[in-house]
């Protein structure tokens, strides 16, 4: 291919003819559903997802539904609620703080954070978040997290994450989009609908989701999108301004966390085009002239993506299964 | 250069750590000091973390984020080499 800082602009109206026609076909023909169900985060890859569902199927066959808990930011509702009205679109409010108190969620998750930081205590206001490093592009290092509190004046401090603390804060945090997932089941089969993924190619390909959490879906019809693309799709599909100009976020944890730094590492302008360049064996010499980075910076990138790819294969996967044993004659 | 009593405490129990506690193998670390834990899928992410806090506690060396690099943690001679240096430095200071 033809490398340069273009290689990720589409035809936003000929993607979109091509994603409906392909959530028409995969939905009323394959499955036999009638309408889809679309999670709406206030984010991006959720408002493009509903205006193409919308286009797919008609605002009448379309469930919009929210799912906040306690630790999500109230400006996600606002927008969720702001993006619904303006494809008409009456959405269902689904708070699922219960249903996380009853997995005890919070508990375990505080649980573990406070065997880093005994001082950490929510009911005071404290706050936290989890994070990777952010110099991939200078030094390279691995993807090994942190966790970062916020104290109720305002100082942050952070911390490696031991494995276990590690395991048990994103176990815990991971009920989250589980719970979510059969939320939207619920609302799904009551109406004979399909639940429709709102992952992005960053997510579904790096492993940035839940396994049967929010990559619990019936179709994913935004999976082969760079998160770049998704803004140019969003442009096109008129979602409102406050979602487009919204840095996009886990909405996970209870302090602010960017994608950013929680996973990715390099903002997705950079990190698209590298991803692209890697897909299409782009030589390192060729991209590293075109994105004005040095070569190494461009293999620490590549690296990163590939370790990505390979380390969450197993979240992809689906169950191993044997095939029937042969019959014995006796 | 290093001796074989040397090897023996460094580069074998960081072979037995990861055979027993990442790769789950019943047959021991069955591939060179040299090969690659990233390109070879023998660590993922959270193995990564494991083996830092197995550096620390077994060789009693302090491993900070900038060291968390391919450079000190994508083989078994890499991880040894990085363990014999920080201590020394240790042993210096």
Not at chain 2, 12 to 20: H, W
Request: hydrophobic share 40%.
């Amino acid at each position: 291919m033809q490398f340069t800082k273009k290689a990720l602009n589409l035809d936003p109206a000929g993607e979109t003819n091509r994603i409906v026609e392909f959530l028409q076909q995969s939905v009323r023909r394959s499955m036999r559903r009638s309408g889809g169900v679309v999670g709406i985060s206030g984010g991006i890859d959720s408002a493009i997802v509903l205006a193409l569902a919308v286009r797919a199927f008609g605002p009448q066959k379309v469930v919009a539904v929210m799912m906040p808990d306690k630790d999500s930011d109230p400006i996600s509702e606002k927008l969720a609620r702001e993006l619904a009205a303006s494809y008409g679109v009456e959405p269902i409010l689904e708070d699922i703080t219960d249903a996380l108190e009853g997995f005890d969620c919070y508990r375990r998750r505080d649980d573990a954070i406070r065997r880093v930081f005994p001082q950490y205590d929510a009911a005071k206001g404290y706050k936290a978040k989890i994070v990777l490093p952010q110099d991939l592009l200078e030094a390279g290092t691995l993807n090994v997290f942190s966790v970062a509190i916020i104290a109720p004046d305002g100082r942050e401090e952070t911390r490696p994450l031991p494995p276990r603390e590690m395991l048990e804060i994103v176990a815990a945090s991971n009920l989250k989009q589980r719970s979510r997932m059969s939320t939207l089941y619920f609302h799904a089969e009551a109406r004979q609908y399909a639940v429709i993924g709102t992952a992005n190619k960053n997510e579904h390909g790096q492993g940035f989701f839940v396994k049967y959490g929010d990559g619990g879906a019936d179709i994913q019809p935004i999976a082969h999108l760079f998160k770049t693309q998704i803004y140019q799709l969003a442009r096109y599909l008129g979602v409102i301004e406050g979602i487009q100009k919204r840095t996009p976020t886990t909405d996970t944890y209870s302090a602010p966390c960017d994608q950013q730094e929680f996973f990715y590492r390099l903002p997705f302008e950079t990190l698209d085009l590298l991803w692209c360049a890697l897909d299409h064996n782009v030589p390192i010499g060729e991209v590293a002239k075109v994105m004005g980075l040095s070569e190494i910076q461009v293999q620490r990138a590549f690296d990163d993506i590939t370790r990505k790819q390979r380390t969450t294969e197993f979240l992809r996967l689906q169950p191993p299964m044997m095939e029937a044993p042969k019959a014995v004659s006796t | 250069m290093t001796n074989k009593t040397d090897t023996q405490q460094i580069e074998q129990p960081i072979r037995e750590f990861i055979a027993n506690n990442l790769l789950y193998s019943p047959d021991g670390f069955a591939y060179p000091d040299d090969a690659s834990f990233l390109r070879e899928s023998i660590v993922d992410s959270l193995g990564v973390v494991e083996l830092v806090e197995f550096v620390q506690k077994n060789f009693r060396v302090k491993v900070s984020q900038h060291d968390v690099t391919p450079d000190n943690f994508d083989s078994v001679a890499k991880l040894a080499a990085f363990v014999r240096r920080k201590q020394a430095d240790n042993a210096q200071g």
